[in-house]
């Protein structure tokens, strides 16, 4: 499994991370997360016809646009010609009946059931919106994964949830759905929660999207794919490196497990976990006398 595990992770650094590390562009994201598919659960997927598939969708926008839309055009109108074409006329909508499930990360199902999460939507629609020669960015807003795009003249910006049937988000809807993610701490909301964010961040909360599922139904071998290919990103990233000492430990390599976990601690002192953490190295220690 560990020479499988690392071939996995050398297609998965020349195919997606060598380009998201180098590159604050999010041209490629939907690309990546086909790549993440083929790697983790769809061996034979043909990345570049789905791609194709994905990109005669945006043709199909632009064509709707051209004859429908006097220019010059108002960016709403852009975005509403998009939720027509995605949300009325193919049906895509949020999967909130079996919200957990790992088929909603993996685009080339979303693509075939027209139904995902956030932030599978959201990839979709910022391919769709590129085929329209229209500029959307990611935006990593805590718990719910959205869309924005920057006026021209840079004077605001128009923040999309295609999750809810591409609605602008206003900053009362912004602040309501910051409250239903995370109630009873009233947390501020502020212009940094939705900063846009990089093909490195979204890429990481899909992955971590997967490990909470993979998690759940127990596919404790493609959660250690998941979270190998978290630390080929970030290599410094502290749940995954608290993730990979719990798994040393559970796979029965204490020694490498204490080395693992010493780091997680050095890299993050203050963690939330910190104290559990530590009894676990405390527990390895005593076992190892």
Known sequence: MAANIDSLIQDWKSSVVKDIT????????AEHALHLSRILAYPGLDVPAVLAKIDSMGQEVAQLA???LSTPRRPTQIIDKINEYLFSAQKFKAN??????P?????????ERKTGIPITLAILYLRVARGVSFRMDPVNFPGHFLVKH?????????IVDPFNGGRIMDDYSLKALLDQTYPRQNIPLTHALAEKATPSQVIIRMLNNLKGSYYEAQDMDRY?????????????????IRD?????LKNGDPPEALKVLNSYLEIN?????????LDIIRQIRSGMK
Do not use: C, W
């Open 269 to 277: 002192p203050e963690a939330d976990d910190a104290d559990e953490i």
């Open 96 to 101: 909130t009946d079996d919200y957990y499930n």
């Open 103 to 111: 088929l909603n990360s993996y685009l080339n199902i979303v693509i």
């Open 150 to 158: 920057v006026l021209e003249d840079n004077s605001g910006e128009i």
């Open 66 to 68: 051209k004859k429908s």
């Open 244 to 248: 990979k000492g719990i798994m040393l």
């Open 224 to 240: 250690g794919i998941a979270n190998e290919m978290v630390l080929a990103i970030d290599q410094f990233n502290p749940d995954a």
């Open 22 to 29: 180098s590159s604050a562009d999010a041209d490629r994201l």
